[in-house]
């Protein structure tokens, strides 16, 4: 590859993400990371599509469950954005921090998420270092705040400014 992989990992800290937990469960067992490699694969049926690595604790208890949760984080995150990221120390039980409920696929959902996503996995493609989920949408829980959490250029941002558009209009330029 021409320019060699920190070439590719500075021009990808550009592309702006919107910052989720990915959530699941195995009886017992829940496991969460912080994800921004997430995207709508289709809208009908609904899908939604992540990307998990191999090595973490949470592909084994998703692939196992058979369940994800697609908690879309906000402004008031970032915290709890930190607590489920990769190297955290609060690897142990990040779930201590956040008002959770399980959701109707056995899930931990976050209760003040901005959307949360209650899902059944369809396909796990593994890909080398990670796998590509699909999940089938069962369920979509909104709360309305349109204020999200995104990362880019390896910092949490928050877009406080951001006014709600109706889906009939065309969306509205950030200033």
């Known amino acids: 590859m021409s320019g060699g992989t920190d070439s590719f990992k500075s021009a990808m800290r550009l592309l702006v993400g919107g910052v989720t937990l990915l959530t699941t469960a195995n009886g017992?067992?829940?496991?969460?990371?912080?994800?921004?490699?997430?995207?709508?694969?289709s809208v009908d049926p609904p899908?939604?599509?992540?990307?998990?690595?191999?090595?973490?604790?949470?592909?084994?208890?998703?692939?196992?469950?058979?369940?994800?949760?697609?908690?879309?984080?906000?402004?008031?995150?970032?915290?709890?954005a930190r607590r489920f990221g990769a190297g955290s120390a609060h690897a142990d039980d990040p779930f201590a921090s956040?008002?959770?409920?399980?959701?109707?696929?056995?899930?931990?959902r976050l209760l003040d998420a901005l959307a949360a996503l209650e899902c059944s996995i369809e396909e796990m493609i593994v890909t080398r270092t990670h796998a590509i989920v699909i999940g089938d949408v069962r369920d979509v829980i909104v709360t309305g705040d349109p204020r999200p959490l995104i990362y880019v250029n390896g910092s949490f941002r928050h877009v406080d400014a951001l006014e709600h558009v109706p889906p009939s209009r065309p969306a509205q330029t950030i200033q």
């Open 28 to 41: 017992n067992e829940r496991r969460g990371m912080t994800a921004t490699a997430v995207c709508s694969l």
């Open 98 to 108: 956040g008002n959770w409920s399980t959701g109707s696929n056995g899930a931990p």
């Open 47 to 80: 899908r939604i599509l992540a990307c998990v690595n191999l090595q973490g604790a949470t592909y084994r208890v998703m692939a196992a469950g058979r369940a994800m949760t697609v908690n879309l984080l906000g402004a008031s995150h970032e915290n709890l």
